[in-house]
């Protein structure tokens, strides 16, 4: 059986301090286990985006303790893998979905191309995202983006990304 | 003018522009968390500096301005702005000065390597792109 260990767990609300903390942690880890400063990098990117992505988001934070910010990082002998989970307004899922769906459906060029047309298109939201993380992720992961959506109530669902990165 | 001068964070990377020497330089790591409260004075400065120095430059000999990007790491919502930097920067070229972009990465971070990449071609303006061991 492949052992899988859990690197990094966070639950609850996050500051932007933690952010930085979770991310000194794996580039410590990482560093110890004498891997590749692209391999360092990937996560490093990987997590930056779901994380913020988090923190922009747990304005929203459902009072249902099920449905907190999560964030967990395992490794393996091949991969790693990041989960990262937060809620969001219901009717942010479809369009959230379709990009998901998008970037899903493109090659390394093509992620490449809608990264030039967004970053070249796009403004960067008041929240300061510049609607190129997901992008960013999809980049960085050698596999498809694996996600889901749960509806928490008629106003929120809980949306879980969880990402591959070859070691 | 001033220099534009910005010590470096946890979250945000140094700033040194250098108007008299015509050097530009920001280097290290950019995940602010306020991301245009941090940018959009630098972009200003940049505006200021081509009202205030380049639009008076009447000679028929213009200057070389030179941009060292030295990025360890930075988020996407950075990008952008890297990339609004850069712009700026293709407008003064666009009047007549020289421009010389200096990409620096670590050796064998093909991360920074590739996004350097990546925005030159977004250009269409060729960088130098110079590795460096830490």
């Known amino acids: ?167 | 003018m001033n220099p534009l001068h910005i010590e470096p964070t946890e979250f945000t990377p140094k700033v040194h522009f250098d108007p008299e020497n015509s050097i530009f330089e920001i280097s290290g790591f950019s995940r602010p968390e306020n991301v245009i409260g941090f940018y959009r004075p630098i972009l200003k400065w940049l505006e200021e500096y081509n009202d205030q120095v380049l639009s008076l430059n009447t000679e028929y000999k213009k200057m070389l301005l030179t941009l060292n990007l030295k990025m360890t790491y930075f988020n996407s919502a950075s990008s952008k702005f890297l990339l609004d930097i850069l712009l700026e920067f293709m407008k003064f070229m666009s009047k007549g000065n020289e421009v010389e972009v200096n990409w620096y990465y670590e050796e064998g971070d093909d991360e920074i390597f590739e996004s350097g990449e990546e925005i030159s071609d977004m250009l269409g303006y060729s960088f130098n792109f110079i590795s460096y061991v830490p």
Do not use: C
């Not at chain 1, 859990?6 to 609850?12: K, P, T, W």
């Not at chain 1, 880890?29 to 930056?48: C, E, H, R």
């Not at chain 1, 999560?70 to 969001?88: G, M, V, W």
């Not at chain 1, 939201?125 to 498809?144: C, D, F, Q, R, T």
């Open chain 1, 1 to 167: 059986m492949v052992q899988k260990e859990n690197i990094l767990a966070h639950f609850g609300p996050l500051s932007y301090e933690e952010i930085g903390f979770l991310l000194n942690r794996m580039s410590a880890f990482v560093d110890k286990q004498g891997m590749s400063i692209t391999t360092k990098k990937k996560v490093y990117s990987a997590m930056v985006e779901s994380l913020e992505n988090i923190y922009k988001h747990q304005d929203i934070i459902s009072s249902n303790t099920d449905h907190q910010p999560r964030f967990t990082l395992y490794l393996d002998d091949k991969e790693f893998s990041l989960f990262a989970s937060n809620s969001l307004l219901s009717h942010k899922v479809p369009p959230l979905q379709e990009k998901l769906e998008k970037v899903n459906s493109l090659n390394k060029e093509g992620l490449k191309e809608l990264y030039k047309l967004t970053i070249l298109s796009g403004d960067v939201s008041p929240k300061g995202g510049a609607g190129l993380g997901i992008i960013n992720i999809a980049k960085v992961s050698e596999s498809k983006i694996i996600y889901k959506f749960e509806e928490i109530n008629n106003e929120y669902s809980y949306f879980t990304l969880n990402v591959h990165i070859t070691r």
